[in-house]
């Protein structure tokens, strides 16, 4: 008999762990990635004033056309897609020109593995080579694409090109774009955009989680390192003063200046080690 009462007070103990284990949250991992800058182009002797606002109108820079790629968890995300239209590349002239997609693939990621791109705003160089990537879900802020495109995929806006309001409007009908609520959505898990300082209607920019903390990638609401270091606008806003609030957040929000990625810089790869030539990793 005594035997009987330990015997069920063991099965009564072991169910109550099993019922405990079954209540009990599920705690899971938190999703992080690696983060690398892609070099696609230099457009030479840029002038500095049509980047930082009220810079010495002698000042060039050879300025680094690129795009930045998030991987891991089953992804491979872009933030922007470049552009590769012949008009652009005829017009702009850039110097080692490939395509987005190449440039991409240099970074060991193929065309078709790319499942998202994060579209920080409608300018050309941004925008412009989203169809290099047929696979991807596009992601853009519901006000932006509002605000540029209509039904029929006609241009609303001058920072809009005709071709890419066309192309944005059909990737729209085909079911690949997904419009963004506004400020501070997790997109995807691990990854946040918040709404930029109005480079455009309503740009935005990404924050990453990386095993070395957030990553923060401006785009275009902050072109230089100097936008940073010297508390400047950008010279193409719509409104200096939410600039400046966006650069200032995002201080708050990399875990290190480091970590915060400028549009155009090219030394973003100077600063980061060299991976394959053109690519870096933001760590």
Partial sequence: MPNLVIRRASLAVAAGIVLACASAPRITPQAEYEVYAVKYATIPNFPVRALIAAADSSRRLDIAMMVWLIRGNGRNVLVDAGFHRPDLIQRWKPVDYVEPSAAVARAGTRVGDVTDIIVSHVHWDHFDGVDLFPKATIWIQREEYEHHVDSTGRSLDRAIDAPDALLLARLRRDGRVRLVEG?????????????????????????????????????????????????????????????????????????????????????????????????????
């Fill in 183 to 283: 400020d501070a959505q997790e997109i995807i898990p691990g990854i946040t955009v918040y709404t930029g300082g109005k480079h455009t209607y309503q740009s935005q920019y990404a924050a990453v989680r990386t095993a070395e903390g957030t990553v923060v990638l401006a785009s275009d609401n902050a072109y230089l390192y100097e936008n940073f270091d010297k508390h400047l606008p950008i010279a193409q806003t719509l409104d200096a003063a939410s600039n400046l609030r966006a650069q200032d957040r995002m201080r708050t929000l990399a875990s290190s200046v480091r970590l915060i990625v400028p549009g155009h810089d090219p030394a973003v790869f100077e600063r980061f080690a060299l991976v394959q030539p053109g690519v870096v990793r933001i760590r």
